[in-house]
Structures are given as structure tokens and as C-alpha cells.
């Protein structure tokens, strides 16, 4: 069985138009399937609502509420809540291609080791490219800035988790999604939880074929939206320092954390308008020291599921 997950916040009829572009996909399946939504959105315009009632009326999704926005326990919930071997996570604003579906459930088929498959996404104004794998620079940067609209299928130690599906077992078994990664932004989740898949021996597959377009909708979304070229808040920061902290060691640690406000500042927007430098670097600055504070304690990860009776 698939489970279908998608967490979503403040999002409208995009939803509901996500939604219905994977009914047909379902409905062709030949294993059965189920559709979680995980809503943590206040409330909905009068005609989401309405129409996010009738599906659940008609068995057609599970609607689970949440009382606020919090992506990586959104996702736990999703998981925990899944009652499919497979579980796809999927943003709530996108265009699947026909064979989306299909293609995670074949990959999982035809690569029995991979824990994971990540498929291909196109953000607005991709095309699919030939693009493989760029070289290593250490372990804490491994396909950190792999291209993940590549036409190339690949084993990766990363992931997006607009398109990911996972084997719930697997997922369950190494804690599921860090619920340190502070809300609303969460930068670098998906790559600490990679990474984490690996250490404890799986693998992870990119599939080309299961293909979407992310919409990158403008209202709403579980991620902040707020500009991070000009702000003094840590939040854009503190997720990618967070996973420096945990996935990292030693010197190539220091040198990851010392290395990002420098890359930060060095861009076309602050070249032009060098005012804005000395905010950025005291946003950079925050997002240190709660990345601190977080990696004191231990990660906020699901329990381990109960072993099976004798």
C-alpha cells in the first residue's frame, strides 16, 4: 500500500488543485493507496474547506489538523499516522507528470536496497537536464548542491522532501524527522535525516521519472517566506547551521560554520546594496547561537517502534 503525505500550511486553491491532479494517478494504481493531508493552516477560505470536508466525507483523504505550523512534526505525523510500507511526502503545490506515482513505487521495486527515493523536481523555469552528480568537497557538503532536476538516476546522500517516498519501517526505525529544526523555516531537514538514513546503512536513489513541477506558490507554504538577503533574524540561517552541528565534526565543521556568513554576504543583491551587509551578519550571528543552544540537547526524534511479540 502507498500513503500519500502532504503537509501544508496557508495554502488555498492550489491545494485543492494538487489534490486532484493525484486522483487520477491513485485511481490507476493497481495496489490500493490513501491520501494524508496535514493541515496546519487556521482556517481555510469557505470553498477549500468545503471541498477538504466532501473528500473526507467521501473517504477520498485523511484530514489531519494541527494547532500550529511546524514542518518536520508535520511530517512525523504523516509518518506515524501512514498505514501504507510506502510513504511519499509530497509539497502542496505542485504539478505531478502522469507517471509520478508509478515511478516511486517501481524504483523501491527495482532498487530493494534504497531506504529512499527521491524524484526529480523542476523548480519554475527548469527543464530537466543531463546533470550528474558534482564532486565531493567533504562529507558534510556530499550532494548538498546536487541538482535534483537532473535526468540522471543516481545514489545520493540527500534528499527533497516535496518528493520523497520512503519505506515506513526504515524511516520509523531511525527516529523519522528532527523536530529541533526550528519552525518556519527548517533549512537543511531533509539532508540531516540523509544523512542519518545512511550512517545506519541505507541508501538513498534519485529517480528521474518521478518527475513534478514545483509551483513555488507565493501565499502560504510551511516555510517562511520572508526575504533572508535582508534580515537581522536568525531563522533563515539557523536550520543549515543546526546540521552543520549534528552531521559534522572537527575542523571541517568549523571551517562549514565559519564559511557561511562569508557566503551569505558575497552576493549580487548585497554588491549593490552594501548597507544591508552588517544585517545580514547579525542575522548569521543569531542563527549560530540558537543552532547552539538546539545542539545541546539531544534530537527531538520519534521513538523507536515497539518490538513484535513472541
Given at each position: 500500500m502507498?500513503?500519500?503525505?502532504?503537509?501544508?500550511?496557508?495554502r488555498e486553491?492550489v491545494?485543492?488543485?494538487?489534490?486532484?491532479?493525484?486522483?487520477?494517478?491513485?485511481?490507476?494504481?493497481?495496489?490500493p493507496s490513501?491520501?494524508l493531508?496535514?493541515d496546519?493552516?487556521?482556517?481555510?477560505?469557505?470553498a477549500?474547506?468545503?471541498?477538504?470536508?466532501?473528500?473526507?466525507?467521501?473517504?477520498?483523504?485523511?484530514?489531519?489538523?494541527?494547532?500550529?505550523?511546524?514542518?518536520t512534526?508535520?511530517?512525523?505525523?504523516?509518518?506515524l499516522?501512514?498505514?501504507?510500507?510506502?510513504?511519499?511526502f509530497?509539497?502542496?503545490?505542485?504539478?505531478?507528470?502522469?507517471?509520478?506515482?508509478?515511478?516511486?513505487l517501481?524504483?523501491?521495486?527495482?532498487?530493494?536496497?534504497?531506504w529512499?527515493?527521491?524524484?526529480?523536481?523542476?523548480?519554475?523555469g527548469?527543464q530537466?537536464?543531463?546533470?550528474?552528480?558534482?564532486?565531493?568537497?567533504?562529507?558534510?557538503w556530499?550532494?548538498?548542491d546536487f541538482?535534483?532536476?537532473?535526468?540522471?538516476?543516481?545514489?545520493?546522500?540527500?534528499?527533497?522532501?516535496?518528493?520523497?517516498?520512503?519505506?515506513?519501517?526504515?524511516?520509523?526505525?531511525?527516529?523519522?524527522f528532527?523536530?529541533?529544526?526550528?519552525?518556519?523555516?527548517?533549512?537543511?531537514?531533509e539532508?540531516?535525516?540523509?544523512k542519518?538514513?545512511?550512517?545506519a546503512?541505507?541508501?538513498?536513489r534519485?529517480?528521474?521519472?518521478?518527475?513534478?513541477n514545483?509551483?513555488a506558490?507565493?501565499?502560504?507554504?510551511?516555510?517562511s517566506?520572508?526575504?533572508?538577503?535582508?534580515?537581522?533574524?536568525?531563522?533563515?540561517?539557523?536550520?543549515?547551521?543546526?546540521?552543520?552541528?549534528?552531521c559534522?565534526?572537527?575542523?571541517?565543521?568549523?571551517?562549514y560554520l565559519?564559511?557561511r556568513?562569508?557566503?551569505?554576504?558575497?552576493?549580487?543583491?548585497?554588491?549593490?546594496?552594501?548597507?544591508?551587509?552588517p544585517?545580514?551578519?547579525?542575522?548569521?550571528?543569531r542563527?549560530?547561537?540558537?543552532a547552539?543552544?538546539?545542539?545541546?540537547r539531544?534530537?527531538?526524534?520519534l521513538?523507536?517502534?515497539?518490538?513484535?511479540?513472541?
Amino acid at each position: 500500500m502507498l500513503s500519500l503525505v502532504i503537509p501544508t500550511y496557508g495554502r488555498e486553491q492550489v491545494l485543492v488543485d494538487t489534490i486532484a491532479a493525484l486522483e487520477p494517478q491513485r485511481r490507476a494504481l493497481a495496489s490500493p493507496s490513501e491520501l494524508l493531508v496535514v493541515d496546519q493552516t487556521p482556517r481555510h477560505q469557505p470553498a477549500v474547506q468545503a471541498a477538504l470536508e466532501a473528500w473526507q466525507r467521501a473517504g477520498r483523504l485523511r484530514w489531519l489538523r494541527l494547532n500550529r505550523p511546524h514542518l518536520t512534526r508535520a511530517m512525523n505525523t504523516g509518518l506515524l499516522q501512514a498505514r501504507g510500507d510506502t510513504v511519499l511526502f509530497l509539497d502542496d503545490d505542485i504539478v505531478p507528470s502522469p507517471g509520478l506515482l508509478q515511478a516511486h513505487l517501481q524504483a523501491h521495486r527495482r532498487h530493494l536496497q534504497a531506504w529512499a527515493v527521491v524524484g526529480q523536481v523542476l523548480q519554475p523555469g527548469q527543464q530537466p537536464q543531463p546533470l550528474p552528480p558534482r564532486a565531493s568537497r567533504g562529507e558534510l557538503w556530499r550532494d548538498l548542491d546536487f541538482p535534483f532536476h537532473s535526468s540522471l538516476g543516481a545514489w545520493i546522500e540527500n534528499a527533497m522532501a516535496g518528493n520523497l517516498s520512503l519505506k515506513r519501517d526504515r524511516a520509523l526505525a531511525i527516529g523519522g524527522f528532527d523536530e529541533r529544526f526550528p519552525p518556519p523555516v527548517a533549512a537543511r531537514f531533509e539532508t540531516e535525516f540523509a544523512k542519518r538514513l545512511i550512517a545506519a546503512g541505507g541508501r538513498i536513489r534519485f529517480e528521474p521519472q518521478a518527475s513534478l513541477n514545483h509551483l513555488a506558490a507565493s501565499a502560504g507554504g510551511t516555510r517562511s517566506r520572508g526575504s533572508h538577503l535582508t534580515s537581522a533574524a536568525g531563522h533563515h540561517g539557523v536550520g543549515d547551521c543546526y546540521y552543520a552541528l549534528r552531521c559534522g565534526r572537527g575542523l571541517p565543521r568549523a571551517w562549514y560554520l565559519l564559511r557561511r556568513p562569508l557566503r551569505e554576504v558575497r552576493t549580487r543583491f548585497h554588491l549593490r546594496h552594501p548597507w544591508w551587509i552588517p544585517v545580514k551578519l547579525l542575522g548569521e550571528l543569531r542563527a549560530l547561537v540558537s543552532a547552539l543552544s538546539l545542539s545541546r540537547r539531544p534530537p527531538l526524534l520519534l521513538p523507536p517502534p515497539p518490538e513484535p511479540a513472541p
